[in-house]
């Protein structure tokens, strides 16, 4: 019981001392905390102090600063207020002097109607004392003059006249000769037979075929006659006609090229030649439009004007001769200070009714009129094309430009041949005369018009009906055709059964 005593003692004791020990170190914080707050209280006085001191001084600066903003507005408003005296000052001098401007105006206005009216009274008192009106004896002095200078007059107005003429004359031939000049295209003469080289000499006798079938298919599919035996390893093809003959030339390539020559084949390639003939008259008049210039024509008019390539005026390339007339206008048209447009149109265009006035009753100028109307083309420019033959009145000055630039194109050395182009017409003639016989499809005068080969349809033309054509034809073409020699006149009757086997 003494030890538990004991140790119950010694906790008791410990548990004091350790209270007190704690009470002293608390004492202790407090007053550490007490003097640091002393110290904190002290630091923030001096702070505020300080801050005060700083803002007292900043105020003191503003303050400061604000009199010297004060002064200079003040000398600023007393500046503006001066300026504004002086300028009302210059304003009440300003209309003083309008006002003495005004009042000087009207000085002279009253003056002004002072001295018309002291002129009326002289010019009154003139006609009293002369007996004349002023117009009368304005009249009566030019009557004077004239009479004395009459011959002098005369002799100026001469001098005038023909001075002007001259000047014109000469300006003329400048314009043309420019306009020749600056463009000057190379004419090859058409001809009426082409010419197609041979790989070999043993080709031509494929071509003829046997019995002659393959040259006769030929000759009948395209209007055109095979010469074989005139040149070596070449064939020659001849026709009146350029497209008919460009159509053979293709046709005869492609036979050529495939080695296969046969009815089938010949009837086959013709084709294909038909369709590339197409392309080539389109591109034909895609780059005669493009050289002169115009982007904006129809598709039909371009493939019409492709056309023309292969058709001849005077033995002068028509689509040759447009565009050098296209190119000639649009110069005379620039040094007359016209528009250039219009005018190269209508002559590129002017003869567009050659491409089918085979096909089409009327002139070519009639016919052309109504196809650039039909495809919408500007009134200005067919008023301009429609006067090139004079069927039409020059209404436009680009209508005499057209005219001119034609005859100039027409007329130069070289352009055309009149001997061909009556033996073009001839055959023509020739073909149009049989064409209006009834059961007639194809007409071809062949051999430099020598020949005229007919085709007719098998159903409507039996064979004792053909050789009754045949002598009608003949008999025909002598009553009406002015020819050298003779005609012979071939009709062909063929009959083809085709059916298929499915």
Known sequence: MSALAVLAAGVIIG??????????????????????????KSEA?????????????????????????????????????????????????????KEHYEQRLEDVDRKKEEIEELKE???????????????????????????????AIAKKIMDLEK???????????????SAIQSYARDYVGDVTTSVVALPEEDMKGKVIGREGRNIRTFERLTGVE??????????????????????????LEKLLEDGRIQPAKIEEKVEEAREELDEHIKKAGEEAAYDVGILDLPKEILYLLGKLKYRTSYGQNVLEHSVEMAHISETIAGELGLKTDTVKKAALVHDIGKAVDHDVE??????????????????????????????YPFSTPESYIVAAADAISASRPGARRDTLDKYLKRLE??????????????????????????????????????IQLAKKIANKLQSDIQYPGEIKVTVIREVKAVEYAR
Do not use: C
């Open 15 to 40: 548990y004091f001392i350790r209270r007190w020990h704690s009470v002293l170190q608390q004492n202790t914080i407090e007053e550490k905390i007490k003097k640091d707050l002393d110290s904190a």
């Open 45 to 97: 006085k001096d702070i505020v102090l300080e801050a005060k001191e700083k803002a007292s001084a900043i105020v003191s600066d503003a303050q400061e600063e604000e009199k010297e903003r004060k002064k200079d507005l003040r000398k600023q408003e007393e500046r503006l207020l001066k300026k504004e005296d002086k300028l009302e000052e210059e304003r009440e001098e300003a209309e003083k002097e």
């Open 121 to 151: 009274k002289a010019v009154l008192e003139l006609e009293e004392v002369a007996g004349l009106s002023k117009e009368k004896a304005k009249e009566r002095l030019f009557d004077e003059i004239e009479e004395e200078n009459k011959e």
């Open 163 to 177: 001075e002007k003429k001259e000047e014109v004359e000469k300006k003329s031939r400048e314009i043309v000769t």
């Open 226 to 251: 095979l010469i074989v035996d005139e040149a070596p390893e070449s064939i020659i093809l001849s026709s009146f006609n350029p497209l008919r003959r460009e159509l053979a030339k293709i046709a």
């Open 362 to 391: 009327g002139t070519h100028v009639e016919i052309g009129r109504k196809l650039l109307k039909k495809y919408g083309m500007d009134d200005k420019v067919i008023q301009a094309m429609e006067a090139h033959h004079e069927e």
């Open 429 to 466: 003639e020739i073909e149009k005369v049989v064409r209006e016989f009834d059961g007639v499809t194809k007409v071809y005068a062949v051999s430099a018009g020598r020949e005229v080969r007919v085709f007719v349809r098998p159903e409507k033309v039996d064979d004792f009906a053909s």
